[in-house]
């Protein structure tokens, strides 16, 4: 069998492996990270994403980003570390930071799109996925397997502009994409500004997900697209940071707004209510901290490696 497709097989299993044994010791230590009757759908959607990825590599199986050694195992092991603990300093309560109702800062999301994007996509999803699925575990609120697959699907498309020849070529293009996602999401929001944000909760004050969502939090992936546009023609010389920003805010509509469309039928959203109540909540804030924070990984990265020779 090709080495490159079991490596990949091998990548995906062991995130599903990483999922069962973290809900199953989690569920030991903490009841709240015990999954209820929707368990099965969840994984059902779990497992959806993952051949999303395997679809994505056989029409792209021919691209040395696939490609997994000894080097990538260790990224993938450091990646998700660094986006597990990170997610759990910045979850509200070790580093609390005041935030405008629901926008919830998750600066820890730029490093699986630093990571997919550095390494791979192979790298970015693992990274994304199991990363986020530990991060929630610490935090012990609660586990969401389709969204910790959602946030491994940020940094696999993060990696997409290794699978180009030319990443120039590809910008264009994912920022037209990008475009249209933002508007039907914006859109959806000024059609229904009044619905509940489901990613918000504050027993203190008897909220419990009944709270819209402020006008920014509404506007807020148009708002971290403007941004990622303006990062894109600043750094218009240096395809890198371009491409990792560009390809990062495209990572982020499809993994996250795969996560939100997943509780239609997990939760019993309606579309617009997984939109504008959990999509555009997550979504918008990773969009700014993907325009200010990536390139700066990037930089950093590419300075190492002129230090280093590699």
């Known amino acids: 069998m090709n080495r490159r497709l079991v490596s990949v097989l091998v990548a995906l299993v062991a995130v599903l492996v990483f999922f069962l044994l973290i809900i199953w010791i989690g569920g030991m230590i903490n009841e709240n990270l015990r999954l209820d009757q929707t368990a099965l759908l969840r994984f059902f ?10 679809l994505v590599y ?3 199986r021919s691209s040395g980003a696939w490609d997994v050694g000894t080097r990538q195992v260790v990224y993938m092991a450091i990646g998700a570390a660094l986006y597990a603990i990170f997610s759990y300093l ?36 693992f990274s994304g996925a199991v990363g986020n699925m530990f991060g929630d575990a610490l935090t012990g609120f609660g586990l969401s397997p389709q969204w910790s697959v959602g946030n491994g699907l940020i940094g696999m498309i993060a990696g997409m502009p290794m699978l180009f020849a030319d990443k120039k070529k590809s910008i264009n293009v ?37 709270a819209p969502i402020t006008l920014f939090a509404g506007i807020s992936a148009v708002v971290g697209l403007v941004l990622v546009v303006i990062v894109r023609f600043v750094f218009a010389n240096n395809v890198d940071i371009a491409a990792a920003v560009t390809w990062s805010m495209l990572g982020n509509f499809i993994g996250l707004g795969f996560a939100a469309l997943s509780d239609i039928w997990i939760n019993g959203y309606s579309p617009a209510v997984a939109i504008v109540g959990e999509f555009l909540p997550s979504a918008g804030p990773n969009l700014i901290f993907a325009a200010i924070l990536v390139p700066i990984l990037v930089v950093a990265y590419a300075a190492v490696q002129r230090q280093t020779g590699r």
């Open 90 to 125: 910045f979850n509200g309560t070790v580093f609390v930071v005041p935030s405008v109702s629901q926008v919830a800062l998750r600066p820890a999301i730029c490093i699986p799109m630093f990571f997919g994007y550095a390494f791979g996509p192979t790298v970015g999803f």
């Open 45 to 54: 959607f779990v497992a959806v994403g993952l051949v999303i990825v395997f």
């Open 174 to 210: 994912v920022l037209i994409v990008s475009l249209a996602l933002a508007a039907i999401a914006t859109l959806i929001y000024f059609l229904n500004p009044t619905l509940p944000n489901m990613l918000y909760f504050a027993p203190d004050e008897g909220i419990f997900g009944d």
């Open 58 to 60: 056989l029409f792209t």
